[in-house]
């Protein structure tokens, strides 16, 4: 059998200015990148705090791999549970105020097996309408029965949890949202939840590390503990500029998803080195504080800068700053144009985000210098009256299509 129909699907997405292509990153993350061998200046990584390519990791990450190897070479349950991945456990367990914290490969693993280790189809599971791919196809393959709220809205969550008699509830929300940048209302989600006899499960892969006071996230934002949310997730492959991600709860919790989820149970764990330098990032996440407040001036100059060139913002206090534009195509185009400029800012279309919506993804870090920001605003300014003009250069929409 040929893959004659899958042809056909990928040329009408292409024809509908949606496909994806992956680019050839030549350098370190950072502002200033390398991309197919063109040198540019980059505001589309999740590296918010620029620890990627710090020399206190990298140095960390030689010293893991002389002490415990490269790889993992087993599950945590065989024999890949190393030193190393326990010490970042406790660190983060006591970083979070929870008994335990349990690493997984990636963040979709972990909201995966959290998720499916903790409910099945007498179970019922409530998403916001915004939530991550990854947990929204946990809550659908677990069998439990599936609703989506409206978007940060507890009223409307308070509503569903009213209807069902589902043995357990699990509410599941980001704590920022990644491609709106805004900051979900954990306090007020929460009280819902408590008060349906519920769990609140938040992913906050885009909050820890930019927010609170030593990049605790979003419930260290709202002064929140593990009463009000007893499954905590959260990633290592942004702020903390390394990889992989982990849970953090009660003892019973961490036993569960060690007895129960999958996605940890039969995958190799992450390479121990990787963890040991998770060890040093911690670290300064914790203790530099003055990388979110650099940040923070950022986004405020960016903010302020692009408001001014009449450019539609989305509510996000947060590095992910989003410029709404609408059509797929036209946002495509706008970012094409910023490319030709030297400076990579990501498209975002459907099906990412709805129909109509789609935006120009801005993501700023603390490595960005406010000379970098003010080039960036230049170059959209341009790039807007190009387009009031109707002047807007003509690009092949095919050749440069994002995420």
């Known amino acids: 059998m040929s893959f004659d129909q899958l042809e056909a699907a990928l ?3 292409r024809s509908a200015h949606l496909y994806r292509r992956r680019r050839l990153l030549q350098s370190p993350q950072g502002p200033e990148i390398v991309v197919d061998g063109v040198p540019g200046l980059a505001f589309c990584s999740n590296d918010y705090l620029g620890l990627a390519n710090h020399p206190a990791l990298k140095q960390a990450m030689i010293e ?3 002490r415990f190897g490269v790889g993992g070479g087993a599950s945590h349950l065989v024999m890949g549970h190393s030193a190393a991945h326990h010490a970042l456990e406790e660190a983060l367990a006591e970083w979070t105020g ?6 997984f490969s990636t963040g979709y693993m972990a909201n995966m097996g959290t ?4 409910l099945d189809k007498q179970d019922a599971v409530f998403e916001d309408r915004l939530n991550h791919a990854s ?6 393959l677990s069998g439990a029965r599936f609703q989506r709220y409206l978007h940060n809205d507890s009223d409307s969550l308070e509503q569903r949890l009213a209807k069902t008699e589902a043995r357990r509830k699990l509410v599941v929300t980001d704590g920022v949202f990644s491609m709106d940048g805004d900051i979900a209302d954990l306090p007020g989600l929460s009280a819902k939840t408590r008060d349906a006899g519920g769990w ?3 992913d906050d892969a885009h909050g820890f590390g930019c927010l609170g006071e030593q990049g605790g996230g979003c419930v260290e934002h709202f002064g929140l503990g593990i009463d009000e949310v007893p499954v ?3 990633t290592l492959g942004k702020a903390f500029g390394t990889a992989g991600a982990f849970v953090a709860g009660s003892e019973t919790l961490i036993e569960t998803l060690i007895q129960f989820a999958r996605s940890y149970i039969y995958t190799t764990s992450m390479p121990p080195a990787v963890a040991w330098a998770t060890l040093a990032s911690l670290k300064l996440v914790r203790e530099e504080s003055w990388r979110r407040d ?3 001036k950022l986004i405020a100059q960016f903010r302020r800068g692009a408001a001014e060139l009449g450019f539609e913002l989305m509510d996000s206090p947060t590095p992910i700053q989003p410029i709404l534009i609408g059509e797929a195509d036209q946002a495509l185009r706008i970012s094409q144009v910023l490319e030709q400029q030297g400076i990579y800012v990501t498209a975002i279309r459907p099906p990412t985000v709805p129909a109509g919506s789609s935006r120009l993804r801005v993501t700023l870090t603390t490595a960005h210098s406010e000379q970098q920001v003010n080039r960036l605003l230049e170059a959209l300014g341009q790039a807007r009256n190009a387009l009031s003009q109707g002047a807007m250069p003509q690009v092949d929409l095919p050749q440069g299509d994002k995420a």
Request: avoid cysteine; aromatic fraction near 0%; glycine fraction near 12%.
């Open 11 to 13: 040329a009408e997405r």
């Open 64 to 66: 893991g791999v002389e």
């Open 98 to 103: 929870r008994p335990r914290a349990l690493l």
């Open 115 to 118: 998720i499916n280790a903790l």
């Open 135 to 140: 947990l929204l196809d946990g809550g659908l």
């Open 200 to 202: 609140l499960m938040v």
């Open 232 to 234: 905590l997730v959260g």
């Open 294 to 296: 650099k940040l923070n």
